[in-house]
């Protein structure tokens, strides 16, 4: 029994190294529905649209587009990740963002801001191929 546990740890330490090594590549065109609460405007939904124009090692830049009632707005972001992407995060000027890659073609997301006029936003969003 002993050499059974011992052979079934040794594996799972081999996948994880194994996906750890997987190289991540996140560029690209994101799109899902997204929830925000805020402070002063209340609860938001709609369109969130991330575009990874560009990825050097464990480090990405692009923007995320959200649509809202007042029209689309635009936000440049920059990120990094460690290896195999377990923990991912990015900012822009004003928040930070956390990621979740779920698989190849799934992210999650989430935002927040502090300050005044503190919020928070989640999103899942599929990559377009």
Do not use: H
């Not at 990825?55 to 990120?79: A, C, H, I, M, P």
């Amino acid at each position: 029994m002993k050499l059974f546990t011992t052979s079934v740890v040794l594996a799972s330490l081999i996948a994880g190294q194994a996906l750890a090594a997987e190289k991540v590549s996140l560029v690209g065109t994101w799109t899902g529905q997204r929830e925000r609460i805020a402070k002063v405007e209340g609860l938001r939904e709609g369109v969130a649209t991330l575009v990874i124009t560009e990825q050097k090692g464990r480090t990405f830049k692009g923007y995320l587009n959200r649509s809202n009632k007042d029209g689309d707005v635009k936000e440049d972001l920059w990120g990094a990740f460690t290896p195999g992407g377990r923990l991912m995060v990015g900012s822009d000027d004003e928040g930070i963002y956390s990621f979740d890659l779920v698989n190849r073609n799934t992210l999650d997301y989430c935002y927040v801001e502090a300050g005044n006029s503190p919020r928070s936003v989640c999103a899942r969003l599929s990559r377009k191929r």
